[in-house]
C-alpha cells in the first residue's frame, strides 16, 4: 500500500507541476490584442482557465491528502535500533578481565 501511494504521489507530482506550467499568467490577457487569443479554443468558447485551474485546485488538494497520509503511515513504522544508542552496554559486555600471564611461558615457541 504504501508503495502504491508513493508512485500515485509521484505522478500527481509531475502533472500538478505539467498544469501549472501549461497556465497563462495574469498578463497572458495582453497577448490576445495581439493575435494570440486563438489559444484558447483548444479548451472550449470558455477558455482554458477554469478547466486548468479547477483540475489543479483537485490535484493540490490530493497531493496535500496524500502526503499527510505517507507522512502517517512512516511514523507509525518501526526504527531500527541506532549502534549508538546502546555503547555503553556493548563496550561493558565486550570488556572481559584479561588473563595476566608470564612472560617466560609467552615465550616458549621462540628459539634462543
Known amino acids: 500500500m504504501y508503495e502504491i501511494l508513493l508512485v500515485l504521489y509521484l505522478l500527481i507530482s509531475l502533472a500538478l507541476i505539467g498544469l501549472v506550467l501549461i497556465q497563462h499568467g495574469k498578463g497572458a490577457g495582453m497577448g490576445a490584442s495581439f493575435g494570440a487569443g486563438a489559444s484558447n479554443t483548444v479548451f472550449g ?26 507522512g502517517a503511515m512512516t511514523n507509525q513504522k518501526l526504527k531500527p535500533a541506532e549502534d549508538w544508542s546502546n555503547l555503553d552496554q556493548a563496550q561493558a559486555e565486550q570488556v572481559a578481565p584479561v588473563a595476566v600471564q608470564d612472560s617466560a611461558a609467552q615465550n616458549t615457541d621462540v628459539p634462543n
Do not use: E, H, Q, Y
Request: glycine residues 8%; proline residues 0%; positive net charge.
Open 45 to 70: 468558447s470558455a477558455g482554458s482557465g477554469n478547466f486548468l485551474t479547477r483540475t489543479t485546485a483537485i490535484l493540490a488538494a490530493v497531493f496535500f491528502v496524500i502526503s499527510l497520509v505517507l
